[in-house]
């Protein structure tokens, strides 16, 4: 039987996580340079309207049909069998449609995030292609994987509450990869571009905080106690991971920046994603506390000795980050918290400590090596890097023929 209230909830969730794709683009648009700001705003927003078509005609079918295998199939195309009653195998007190626009929302803004990585040089047409391929052959199955009924990361224990693996993980190693395939933008030892607009950045930060209660508060798919506990532990990581790279800013810099504060917020958010259904307010602000630390490591130390130009870090803060929070949550999972999860190694299962860590396996080798399958197809096919010419004009104007801003300072 629907419930009216848990309905209610999912809806609201599902505009909060569709707002986190604007978010985003305000967060990422205010760090690229001021040539290439409406280039990210409009990746993101084509995103939103080419995976929302993708995940209705063949997305959500591949992704959650139930089916033993690869993935879920075809037997829910164009959402056939997908009507306005519960399915109780997903959620059983809101219509499936409500379950299928909430998840659609998390397929659009996966690839999105990994935009970060290669901004400021990937052309437009490249990009769509690359998007649209890596939804249907990294996203769909990996998601199956996890989340879906026969899934058999799912079978085998899995613990993620609201995306860790499925979606920062996942996003994260595909930014490695096409940021180490792409090459650095040009002239970037000699010019380091810094953020154009940080209001743009703190602006994104906001509203993804915001956004972030219907991602991880929405995935109890129910107005309860456990959406209670999500939304009360996200908060706390979030603000413990802001404050936490403020910290690590002032002892190494002697200044905190509001950059830090944004980008160790984000950490933190993305940290206690897969957790926040299975763990309790102390160890959230432990992971909070810790995420800042691993992901400004990767950010400031391994990203310059290694030399990849992951141009707004969304590895070194989504995908380390994600490590961090699926590893966490096999450490402080507890049944007291989620009676329907497992304990984790600090309550007594050493076991799901296990399972965590071959789940982050499995999701880093699967998407490295299928990124770089589609990133090789789509440059043989079309070529994926913009000219060096149209790069130093940059994408506003040579992508779309469009500029950010009409007067100049």
Same mark, same amino acid.
């Given at each position: 039987?629907v419930? @009216?209230?848990?309905?209610?909830?999912?809806l609201?969730? +599902?505009?909060?996580?569709?707002?986190?794709?604007?978010?985003?683009?305000?967060?990422?648009?205010?760090? #690229?340079?001021?040539?290439?700001v409406?280039?990210?705003?409009?990746?993101?927003?084509?995103?939103?309207?080419a995976?929302?078509?993708?995940?209705?005609?063949?997305?959500?079918?591949l992704s959650?049909?139930?089916a033993?295998?690869?993935w879920?199939?075809? *037997?829910? /195309?164009?959402?056939?069998? #997908?009507?306005?009653?519960?399915?109780?195998?997903?959620?059983?007190?809101? &219509?499936h449609q409500?379950f299928m626009?909430?998840?659609?929302?998390?397929?659009?803004?996966t690839?999105a995030?990994?935009?970060?990585a290669?901004? !400021?040089?990937?052309k437009?047409?490249?990009?769509l292609?690359?998007?649209?391929?890596w939804?249907?052959?990294?996203?769909?199955?990996?998601?199956?994987?996890?989340?879906?009924?026969g899934?058999?990361l799912? =079978?085998?224990?899995?613990?993620?509450?609201?995306?860790?693996?499925?979606?920062?993980?996942n996003?994260g190693?595909?930014?490695?990869? %096409?940021?180490?395939?792409?090459?650095?933008?040009v002239?970037?030892?000699?010019?380091?571009?810094? &953020?154009?607009?940080?209001?743009?950045?703190?602006?994104?930060t906001?509203l993804?905080?915001?956004?972030?209660?219907?991602? =991880?508060?929405? +995935?109890?798919?129910?107005?309860?106690?456990? *959406?209670v506990?999500?939304f009360?532990?996200?908060?706390? *990581?979030?603000?413990?991971?802001?404050l +936490?790279?403020?910290?690590i800013e002032?002892?190494?810099?002697?200044?905190?920046?509001?950059f830090?504060?944004? +980008?160790?917020?984000?950490?933190g958010?993305?940290?206690?994603t &897969?957790?926040a259904?299975?763990v309790? #307010?102390?160890p959230?602000?432990?992971?909070?506390?810790?995420?800042?630390?691993f992901?400004f490591?990767a950010v400031t130390?391994?990203?310059?000795?290694?030399?990849?130009?992951? @141009?707004l870090?969304?590895?070194?803060?989504h995908?380390?980050?994600g490590?961090w929070?699926?590893?966490?949550?096999?450490?402080?999972?507890?049944?007291?918290?989620?009676?329907?999860g497992?304990?984790?190694?600090?309550f007594?299962? &050493?076991?799901? /400590?296990?399972?965590q860590?071959?789940?982050?396996?499995?999701?880093?080798?699967? %998407? /490295?090596?299928?990124?770089?399958?589609?990133?090789?197809?789509?440059?043989?096919?079309?070529?994926?890097r913009?000219? !060096?010419?149209? !790069?130093?004009m940059?994408?506003d104007?040579?992508?779309?023929?469009?500029?950010?801003?009409?007067?100049? !300072?």
């Open positions: 039987m419930n @009216s209230g848990d309905t209610a909830w999912v609201m969730s +599902s505009a909060l996580v569709l707002l986190m794709t604007p978010a985003l683009a305000f967060f990422y648009g205010g760090m #690229v340079r001021r040539k290439n409406l280039s990210v705003l409009m990746q993101c927003f084509i995103v939103m309207c995976l929302s078509i993708h995940w209705v005609l063949i997305g959500y079918s959650f049909a139930p033993k295998g690869f879920g199939g075809f *037997a829910w /195309f164009g959402l056939r069998g #997908v009507g306005l009653e519960p399915y109780a195998d997903y959620a059983g007190t809101i &219509p409500a626009i909430y998840q659609c929302m998390f397929a659009i803004i690839p995030l990994i935009i970060g290669f901004a !400021e040089r990937m437009f047409s490249a990009f292609i690359f998007t649209l391929l939804a249907t052959f990294v996203y769909a199955p990996l998601c199956h994987w996890v989340w879906g009924m899934g058999w799912r =079978n085998l224990g899995a613990l993620d509450f609201a995306g860790g693996t499925v979606v920062h993980i996003a190693i595909a930014a490695l990869v %096409t940021a180490l395939i792409l090459g650095k933008r002239n970037l030892d000699k010019n380091v571009p810094t &953020p154009h607009n940080m209001p743009f950045v703190v602006l994104g906001g993804l905080w915001f956004g972030w209660f219907g991602f =991880n508060a929405g +995935s109890a798919l129910a107005a309860n106690g456990l *959406a506990n999500a009360v532990v996200t908060n706390t *990581a979030a603000a413990a991971a802001g +936490s790279w403020a910290l002032w002892l190494r810099n002697g200044k905190p920046t509001i830090g504060v944004c +980008s160790g917020a984000v950490a958010l993305v940290a206690i &897969p957790a259904g299975f309790s #307010v102390i959230a602000i432990i992971i909070g506390l810790l995420v800042s630390v992901s490591i130390v391994i990203k310059p000795k290694l030399g990849y130009d992951d @141009s870090d969304a590895f070194g803060v995908c380390v980050g490590i929070g699926a590893l966490a949550t096999g450490l402080f999972a507890s049944k007291l918290v989620n009676p329907q497992a304990d984790g190694l600090f007594g299962n &050493p076991k799901q /400590f296990i399972i860590a071959l789940t982050v396996l499995v999701t880093i080798g699967y %998407t /490295f090596i299928v990124t770089f399958v589609i990133y090789k197809l789509v440059d043989l096919l079309i070529g994926v913009v000219k !060096e010419e149209e !790069e130093l940059g994408l104007l040579t992508q779309h023929h469009e500029r950010a801003y009409t007067v100049l !300072e």
